[in-house]
């Protein structure tokens, strides 16, 4: 008999950890989930929910599994909540965990961008939580990813949105670029990650195939749907994100985007071997829609 693999992962309710669950499940993938907050668990889950991922509820549950998928991160900090409390130090805390349970490997989302030169606040915390995974002794993969696209992720719905209000503003000229990844190929790669020697103790870009400007990529979005696109003054962009925390693009959102990151494609490729959507062909198919 085969044996099946036992794997946790961590924000389940998030973006891609809710694909993630699904597909593992579906490929006979042994879950155990934690959250903040309740989610419908799968058959093959064990579903914990612990606001701080409180070592006595956790340790034992998830002793002897064979991989950790560390999902948890935030994106936008403020007084309350801030990137070196969750990116980095929470990232310590599962690292402890997955020791003293006795993990032998996790898997890291960090992101596209990350390096010792950064000077984006976003960009240091991930880097320092890639040197903690990195300085743990565990078997470790980090993927970098882009823009991972789905129906469900939160640029998508923010664009349905804006096109139910006939507009779409975008920041300063679009012409800055983006290498948007298929949720449906993330996925794959991660289930590949598990087990395959090939993604132990490294880096890897998680990107798309296609590279193209945050501009064309609104309006292949949008085509067919009457919505004007609008370009707002970065300066004005900058200014919203700065002084209102509720505004459609946050400060390190704008940073990413300016930043035009381009990732290693072909180097993903060689390792997984998957034939991967073009977003483009997805966009214009109205996939996302
Ligand atoms: N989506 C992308 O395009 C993209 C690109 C680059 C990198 N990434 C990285 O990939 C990972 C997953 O991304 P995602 O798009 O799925 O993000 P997401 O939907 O925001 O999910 C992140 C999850 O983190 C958990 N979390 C957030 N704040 C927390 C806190 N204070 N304490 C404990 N848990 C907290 C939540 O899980 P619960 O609600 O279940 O508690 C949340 O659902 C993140 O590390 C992100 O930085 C994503």
Same mark, same amino acid.
């Given at each position: ?7 946790v992962v961590t924000?389940a ?19 155990i989930s934690i959250s903040r =907050?309740?989610?419908?668990e799968?058959?093959?889950e064990l579903k914990i929910i612990s606001?701080?991922y409180d070592?006595?509820i956790i340790?034992?549950k998830i ?51 990350? =390096? ?174």
């Amino acid at each position: 008999m085969v044996k099946r693999i036992k794997v946790v992962v961590t924000g389940a309710n998030g973006f891609v950890a809710k694909n993630l669950r699904k597909y593992l499940s579906k490929n006979n993938v042994d879950l155990i989930s934690i959250s903040r =907050s309740d989610f419908k668990e799968y058959d093959n889950e064990l579903k914990i929910i612990s606001k701080n991922y409180d070592e006595k509820i956790i340790l034992n549950k998830i002793k002897n599994s064979d991989a950790l998928i560390h999902l948890v991160g935030l994106g936008k900090q403020s007084v309350n909540i801030d990137y070196e409390m969750i990116n980095v130090e929470f990232t310590k805390h599962i690292v402890n965990l997955a020791k003293k349970a006795k993990i032998k490997k996790i898997i890291y989302n960090s992101g596209l961008g990350v =390096s010792s030169k950064t000077s984006v606040g976003y960009f240091i915390s991930k880097y320092k939580a890639e040197k903690i995974i990195m300085n743990s002794g565990l078997n470790y993969t980090i993927f970098r990813p882009s823009y991972i696209v789905g129906k469900d992720d939160l640029f998508t719905k923010f664009l349905k949105k804006q096109i139910k209000l006939k507009i779409i503003e975008i920041p300063g000229s679009g012409n800055y670029s983006i290498q948007p990844i298929s949720i449906n190929d993330v996925v794959k790669v991660f289930l590949q990650s598990l087990d395959q020697i090939k993604f132990k103790n490294k880096i890897i870009d998680l990107v798309g195939p296609d590279y193209l400007t945050f501009e064309q990529y609104v309006k292949l979005f949008s085509k067919d749907t009457k919505t004007k696109i609008k370009k707002i003054n970065l300066e004005n962009a900058y200014y919203d994100a700065i002084t209102n925390s509720k505004s459609n693009f946050g400060v390190d959102d704008l940073n990413i985007l300016i930043g035009d990151f381009k990732g290693n494609y072909n180097k993903l490729q060689k390792i997984t071997q998957i034939k991967f959507e073009s977003v483009i062909e997805l966009l214009k198919s109205g996939g996302l829609l």
